[in-house]
């Protein structure tokens, strides 16, 4: 969201209000949407990880360009969500912007792009612009993207693309060239929150149900809200949990040297039903790791795997920071022992001596 702010100091617009986070992406779109002709190009990629957001920034987007109170000073945010077009587009109702992405399949194919071509130049039903949403753009065949480029060269002036895909790099240069790249950034567990519970209410209920997995959850989904939800919903969650749970007691039992045959019970517990389980699992410890080591240089530092941030800084209190960066050290040698394949037990072994809990 922006707020566009009079010089008073009076917040005369809300732009974008249903984006979360984002903040200086939705300035610079914003600031182009509140002129009277709004001078945005004719394509847009959107680029971000899964679940962060691109197809709602789309949407929001699109309403915003054609909001029939776009430039009205009355209206409190834009979009509106209150015009014709607002509400069409919404509910997906709006003949004018179309939506198209793999269809099921594995990539969005030349097929779905030649439909494109033809229906690009019949003028639009309803609205003045014509929008065209391309979901998971970054499975694009290379037949596709040529046929695509050809219409990014010289689209009609009422067209407007959003190419939306997780990874530019898959895009032809000649492609990013003619269409900025609008990047979409990781949430933050704040932000995740809020964003999981606006696009899903009822997950209010889950949260209140069990706040400590809902919690993990997030913390585990990287800044992606559609993940956490998939998350939430799934058989993962359980795993999730208990693997956030094996976490936080390794870094008690490592914090004390006094553990070490009770650390490595734990970890012939945990880490040794497969090699995908002990990488993971290995993966969990080190986000862990890398929070307690944060925190040591800086109290509000932003942690990605800890939620409750007192108990966080109590743990990190019990290490020195030249044992955290041991641990550390030996987890990622120890994760990349067993992407070599390397045995897992005696992976383990090797990694408790390496920080001195092994006698
Ligand atoms: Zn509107």
């Known amino acids: 969201m922006y707020n566009f702010v009079s010089k008073g ?14 903040s200086e992406l939705c300035e610079r779109l914003a600031k182009s949407l509140l002129s009277e002709d709004p001078d945005l190009p004719h394509a847009y990629i959107i680029e971000g990880a899964y679940g ?30 209150n015009c014709r077009s607002c509400r069409n587009i919404a509910k997906g109702i709006c003949p004018d912007v179309i939506e198209i992405g793999t269809d099921g399949k594995a990539s969005v194919g030349v097929d779905a792009i030649r439909d494109l071509r033809r229906d690009i130049h019949i003028y639009p039903n309803d609205l003045d612009r014509k929008i065209y949403i391309i979901n998971d753009a970054h499975t694009m ?41 609008i990047r979409m ?49 799934g058989k993962e969650a359980a795993r999730i949990a208990e693997m956030r749970r094996a976490s936080e007691k390794f870094c008690i039992l490592a914090s004390n ?54 108990r966080a800084t109590d743990l ?18 120890a994760i990349s022992a067993l992407e070599r394949n390397m045995n897992t037990r005696l992976t383990l072994i090797s990694m408790l001596s390496r920080f001195g809990m092994l006698n």
């Open 9 to 22: 100091g009076v917040v005369l617009k809300e732009v974008f209000p249903k984006i979360i986070g984002n």
């Open 52 to 81: 962060t957001g691109k197809r709602t920034l789309a949407i929001e987007l699109a309403k915003a360009l054609v909001c029939e109170n776009r430039t009205s000073p009355s209206a409190s945010a834009l979009p509106c969500d």
């Open 141 to 181: 065949t290379a037949q596709a993207q040529n046929a695509l480029l050809l219409t990014l060269e010289e689209p009609p002036a009422y067209a407007f693309i959003l190419l939306l895909c997780e990874n530019s790099a898959l895009l032809l240069e000649t492609i990013k060239s003619r269409a900025p790249t």
């Open 185 to 233: 950034k990781p949430l933050s567990p704040e932000e995740t929150e809020r964003a999981m519970l606006a696009s899903d209410p009822s997950l209010e209920t889950k949260k209140r149900s069990d706040p400590a997995l809902f919690d993990d959850i997030i913390m585990s989904a990287n800044g992606s809200a559609g993940l956490a939800s998939d998350l939430l919903s």
């Open 257 to 310: 040297p006094a553990k070490s045959s009770a650390l490595l019970i734990h970890l012939t517990e945990v880490c040794t039903q497969s090699r995908e389980t002990a990488k993971d699992q290995l993966e969990s410890f080190s986000l862990a790791v890398r929070d307690l080591t944060l925190l040591k240089r800086d109290s509000d530092a932003p942690l990605r795997f800890f939620s409750d941030r007192e």
């Open 316 to 333: 990190s209190d019990s290490f020195s920071l030249r044992r955290l960066l041991l641990i550390s050290d030996a987890l990622l040698e």
